[in-house]
């Protein structure tokens, strides 16, 4: 029973990464109705700024600062240039830009700040938390940040105008022009948010995974397994479903055998297509009504 | 607040491509054909080599072309089935030492059906939740094949290595030129046999479904069955294709089919023209020689510099070599004038 205790607590410390990075898809496909392939490599990038700033001598929370505007500055930036004239393609056309947005950034990541693993600081320190060996005060620090910024966006969507107005904006575009709300802004708004949220994850996530260029891809695998779990309509739910899925990465490679490291990735696509199967809208999603 | 969709008024995922639009005129075909016949009489092995590297590249995008310019889905996952395909060949020639020309209908077959039972949970799938399936399936690949458990057969990490096959009957060719020959024939073969299956009444159901599904299901058409079946012929031709591949570059390693090779051969396919079937071999071309130019002005660019083509694209010839090759067209025309 401890051991299960354990895994859980564990499952619950790495659900925490989990849980940001869904969250950042989750604002993207809430804003444009599209999954981000390069969401990670945005994340990633916006860490790497980070970390330069803090080599060039700035203070960890300044540099934290720092890096959420130029986020929120970027991911705008990337709509107005890149995917604005693109809203009206088909998915296919976005889904080609993504991937193409993915390979300049990894890419150029990769020559300016090189391949090598970096270490990336934590202003939780990274002593046991309140004694237990599974959880670090890092981790026990992410888990708050994680919380507290879903709060954050909860106040944010229900209770101030802009926060509706990006509701109304993605739930009914039509309608929602005729009262007047701009909605190709908040397109843009949203992309910013999500780079964000998604600096925010990377720098969350920097310290455990070590800071390189590809450091995303299998976080972002398990963050778009967790979205989907909770259903990509729901905020809530893509931070429930990121614990969910660490938990059950834990517990599967505890308790079933064979399913070591290197499964860890098959798990992911087997959970992503269990649900997208039995529950597409996911535990706490909207199921999305057809007329035709 | 509802969260109800326009289904009818949506646009498709893909822009509908004619039928006719799809193949090249017989004038044409003829002298490409006769290109890439005599080209190999004339270059050293190692661009032979290359060469059938692109036959067999174009071959994967074909199969792609015909999924998502046919059947209007999408699958970021077709390195899956590449390697599956490869590991088949792979196998079958060094373990129970099959020639490797028959290797390759098996190949085929077990990629059909791997990619027809794919096709079942994908069919409640669309758009990009299609999209995010497959890649998860290709990103997960290459640790599948990484299994302790099959790895008397797999040899794990480290791979396989496959032996080039001799020319047979004694002919005065390299092992290159008669495996580039042999690729030659099978491409061809495969590309008549895609040109026929998209005009056939199975052709004609993948498009309707692309356009609009609705409309095809209250037109009779089986939209479970034909979209599954898309997705096993896809999988088939890029099973075979892998099988080629792995007899060509003599090994198979699971590092070999990363989710890398799905995303080169999606860019093929963007590159090519969605839905034009000639211009896999031009989005085959792009894949090979383009990573080696990028790699040639500065190492580690070659990510950049596919992106920014991919814009350049997306944003200029949103078809691909499709419109080059109708403005090229009409400008020959204009000429003869």
């Known amino acids: 029973m401890e051991l299960f205790t354990n895994q859980v607590l564990a499952g619950i410390a790495t659900g925490a990464i989990y849980a940001c990075m869904a969250l ?44 959420l505007i130029i986020s929120f500055a970027g991911g705008i930036l990337i709509e107005r240039l890149l995917f604005k004239p693109l809203a009206k393609a088909p998915v296919l056309t976005n889904v080609a830009g993504f991937i193409a947005l993915y390979g300049i950034i990894n890419s150029f990541a990769g020559l300016i700040w090189d391949f090598t693993i970096k ?10 938390f309140l004694g237990s060996q599974l959880i670090s005060t890092h981790q026990a620090g992410m888990i708050g940040v994680t919380v507290l910024l879903l709060i954050l966006l909860f ?48 720098i969350l996530i920097a310290p455990v995974v070590f800071l390189e260029p590809n450091m995303m891809l299998g976080v972002l695998l398990y963050g778009f397994a967790a979205a989907v779990l909770g259903g990509l309509t729901s905020p809530l739910g893509a931070v429930v479903g990121g614990f969910l899925v660490g938990i059950f990465e834990n517990l599967a490679g505890t308790y079933i055998p064979g399913v070591g490291n290197e499964l860890k990735l098959p798990i992911a696509l087997a959970l992503i297509i269990t649900v997208l199967v039995f529950k597409p809208a996911g535990l706490l999603g909207r199921p999305i009504v057809k007329r035709v | 607040m509802s969260a109800v969709e326009e289904v009818v008024t949506e646009a498709p995922a893909v822009e509908a491509v004619p039928k006719r639009a799809m193949t090249l005129g017989l004038g044409t075909s003829l002298v490409v054909l006769a290109a890439l016949v005599l080209a190999p009489l004339f270059v050293k092995n190692f661009i032979i080599f290359q060469m059938t590297m692109l036959l067999i590249y174009g071959l994967a995008v074909l199969a792609l072309n015909i999924l998502t310019g046919g059947s209007g889905q999408f699958s970021l996952g077709q390195s899956a089935f590449y390697a599956v395909g490869a590991y088949t060949s792979a196998i079958l020639m060094e373990h129970v030492g099959m020639n490797y020309a028959l290797t390759l209908p098996i190949a085929g077959l077990i990629c059909f059906g791997f990619g027809f039972l794919f096709g079942q949970p994908a069919l409640r799938l669309s758009g990009v939740y299609l999209a995010l399936a497959t890649f998860a399936l290709a990103t997960a690949m290459p640790q599948l094949l990484k299994l302790g458990f099959f790895e008397h057969w797999t040899g794990g990490v480290q791979g396989l290595v496959v032996t080039k096959p001799d020319a047979p009957f004694g002919l005065p060719m390299s092992q290159d030129m008669w495996l580039y020959y042999f690729t030659l024939v099978i491409t061809i073969g495969i590309y008549i046999a895609s040109v026929n299956l998209l005009r056939s009444r199975s052709g004609r159901a993948f498009m309707a479904i692309r356009d609009n599904e609705i409309a095809a299901s209250a037109m009779g058409v089986d939209v479970a069955l034909y979209k599954t079946l898309a997705f096993g012929v896809s999988a088939g031709i890029t099973g075979v294709a892998g099988g080629l591949g792995a007899i060509a570059v003599q090994f198979v390693a699971p590092d070999g089919y990363t989710i890398t090779l799905a995303i080169s ?26 990573p080696n130019i990028a790699e040639g002005i500065s190492k580690g660019l070659s990510g950049a510099v596919f992106g920014v083509l991919l814009f350049l694209v997306i944003f200029l010839v949103p078809h691909g070599a499709r419109q080059v090759a109708i403005v090229a067209q009409q400008l020959i025309g204009k000429l003869k004038k």
């Open chain 1, 24 to 67: 950042a898809v989750v604002m993207i496909y809430q804003a444009i109705d599209h999954l981000n392939f390069a969401q990670g490599e945005m994340a990633m990038f916006s860490t790497f700024i980070s970390w330069q700033l803090m080599q060039w001598g700035i203070p960890y929370w300044w540099a934290f600062l720092a890096t």
């Open chain 1, 119 to 128: 270490q990336y600081p934590t202003p939780f320190g990274s002593s046991p």
């Open chain 1, 155 to 202: 106040l944010f969507f229900q209770y101030t105008r802009i926060g509706l107005a990006m509701r109304a904006a993605a739930a009914l575009p039509e309608s929602a022009r005729l009262v007047g709300i701009n909605t190709s802004w908040m397109i843009a708004l949203g992309w910013g948010m999500a780079s964000a949220i998604g600096a925010i994850a990377g």
């Open chain 2, 265 to 290: 051969l999606f860019l093929g396919m963007v590159v090519g023209g969605v839905g034009w079937l000639p211009g896999s071999i031009v989005g085959s071309a792009f894949i090979i020689f383009v």
